[in-house]
């Protein structure tokens, strides 16, 4: 096994801990945190540098992963991935082995496909995305860089989503759809249309 620092220490960490220990690849030495999480402990694991000491921990393992959620903003997680470049890290991609990826298909250093996900034929993924858990990214569609597809959102064949979008639970979009960078589509939303860069979309069906 590798060993990997993981780079965010909220609840998201819980859930990369998850596929990681799953998938069975990665030993994980240790999570990065703010100064208040030092110490702490998330699924049994210790915070044990803050983002200040990347540089150093880069000289002790080869690999990490960015495990600071996205939502209603991606900027900590973009930041987080090119400190983690600059330092000198590798960002592998981990994927669950309860979920599905093509061979025919595409993913993006960095990114975690989680439990229950479906990547299917010819669909490309980008770096540092989420692909969450039971999401499903149908065949030829396209996800930029840095995106959240959340828990059980359907993207649709040969849709396009812009990088640092973000996809809510449940949603469903239009098979062939263009969704700008970005966006925030919400829960359980319907997108039947697309969506310039930047929009915020509260579509039919939504729960929000």
């Known amino acids: 096994m590798k060993d ?3 780079i965010g220490a909220g609840g998201h960490a819980a859930s990369c801990i998850d596929v990681i220990e799953a998938e069975g690849r990665f030993r994980i030495v240790g999570l990065v945190g703010t100064e208040s999480e030092l110490h702490q402990r998330v699924c049994g694991y210790e915070v044990i540098a803050t983002d200040g000491e990347l540089r150093r921990l880069a000289g002790e393992y080869r690999f990490a ?6 939502i209603k903003s991606v900027q900590t997680r973009v ?41 299917n034929a010819n669909a ?63 829960v359980g939303s319907v997108v039947r249309h697309d969506l310039a860069d930047g929009v915020t979309y509260w579509g039919p069906g939504c729960n929000g």
Request: net charge positive.
């Open 4 to 6: 990997i620092v993981l």
């Open 65 to 70: 992963l960015i495990t600071v959620g996205h």
């Open 79 to 119: 930041r987080m991935y090119e400190a983690a470049l600059q330092a000198g890290f590798e960002l592998p991609v981990v994927v669950s082995p309860k979920a599905h990826v093509s061979a025919h298909a595409r993913i993006g250093a960095g990114t975690i496909v989680m439990f229950g996900a479906l990547v």
């Open 124 to 186: 490309r993924v980008g770096v540092n995305c989420i692909i969450n858990s039971r999401a499903l990214v149908e065949h030829g569609a396209e996800v930029g860089a840095h995106c959240h597809v959340a828990t059980g959102a359907i993207l649709n064949g040969d849709l396009r989503l812009g990088a640092a979008s973000f996809v809510g639970s449940g949603s469903v979009t239009k098979q062939g759809v263009a969704i700008g960078t970005g966006c925030v589509v919400g």
